[in-house]
């Protein structure tokens, strides 16, 4: 089956035919893969944004969609033949020994979710079952981007009805923050990026207003959530300008939210002094969702038309054009890109 590989940190991956193991371990499932997107995640490893990588080569991906195909001794969450959302943190089930497969007799690590290939060995507790007439392709949203918009609304920032609130970058993570910001009725729900599609797509979503990042962004913002600041400021760029713009725009009892990850090394400059009374700063793992309990909900609410992720996918590609796709993804107008395996 066809894979596509991260060899070297800062290359371009390379498309290969790998082997699956042999056999599937306790809690390990097969799942033949319909559809990835491209998340943040995947382009910090292969710029190595964390640093040295110390299981290259590898497979890469963590939220995909695809139909179950065999399953290892243990498994009972899912069965073959259902439909699964492939996603990175935990839900229920059992977590699996991570697999390992073999491109021309040289071992290729990967984790417990990969989804830049045909097939992959899956832990159970990083698949979600879903109903059969499931849009494969927007499903793949619900393993990373939805997910974890929802977590950041309800876990880490606790954003409620009436709060303002400002989203740094409208990319995938973004705009399902301002999705599940709206969900609880934010107002106003301000959105911060330098491209402008971007941020039609986040108007689209739930933003009330929208402004591009320039040297007037802190006026600009200012018209709209006051001189108080903002009780909500979320950053999803990592960039560390930006990570202390959101720090400054929350309110003297607000929250900032890191959802971002900053290159290695890369220290940010505040003002700690408000921390010591009613101000927050923390960062996001995720959301800290279980993705086995948030999926259905959200997907139940999507059926019943009360929110509509549909259109945040805007170009799918073939696995062969992976590369193309990344690069579509840091510098293209779109939010999030599939590839079709
Ligand atoms: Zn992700």
Redesign the pocket.
């Known amino acids: 089956m066809k894979a596509a590989i991260l060899v070297k940190q800062k290359a371009p991956l390379e498309i290969g035919e790998i082997e699956l193991p042999g056999f599937l371990e306790y809690g390990q499932v097969l799942v033949r893969v319909i559809f990835s997107s491209i998340?943040?995640?995947?382009i910090n490893e292969i710029d190595g944004t964390k640093g040295e990588d110390k299981f290259l080569p590898h497979l890469l991906g963590?939220?995909g969609s695809g139909v179950v195909e065999d399953t290892g001794s243990g498994v009972t969450r899912v069965k073959k033949g259902d439909r699964v959302i492939m996603h990175?943190r935990q839900g229920s089930g059992i977590q699996s020994p991570t697999p390992s497969y073999l491109w021309g007799g040289k071992k290729v690590n990967a984790g417990w979710v990969t989804t830049f290939n045909e097939y992959a060995v899956v832990s159970e507790n990083r698949l979600t079952p879903v109903a059969e007439d499931t849009d494969l392709k927007t499903a793949v949203l619900y393993?990373?981007?939805l997910t974890?918009g929802f977590g950041v609304v309800h876990h880490d920032s606790k954003l409620k009805s009436g709060e303002s609130a400002v989203i740094f970058g409208a990319g995938?993570?973004g705009c399902g923050i301002i999705m599940m910001a709206k969900l609880v009725n934010a107002n106003p729900i301000v959105a911060v990026d330098i491209n402008k599609f971007k941020l039609g797509k986040a108007s689209a979503y739930g933003a009330t207003h929208t402004f591009i990042n320039s040297s007037r962004i802190r006026q600009d913002l200012e018209k709209i959530i006051g001189r108080q600041g903002a009780d909500v400021t979320i950053d999803t760029t990592g960039i560390n300008s930006i990570r202390e713009l959101a720090y400054e725009s929350a309110s003297s009892a607000g929250r900032t939210i890191l959802v971002g990850v900053p290159k290695k090394g890369e220290k940010m400059a505040i003002d700690s002094f408000p921390l010591h009374f009613d101000k927050v700063l923390t960062g996001s793992f995720?959301g800290d969702v279980n993705p086995g309990l948030v999926i259905p909900k959200l997907m139940n609410l999507q059926k019943l038309g009360i929110y509509n992720p549909q259109g945040m996918i805007t170009k799918t590609y073939p696995l062969a054009k992976v590369n193309e796709a990344i690069s579509e993804v840091r510098n293209g107008d779109v939010i999030r890109v599939a590839i079709r395996l």
């Open positions: 998340c943040g995640a995947q963590h939220e990175w393993g990373c981007a974890t995938g993570a995720g």
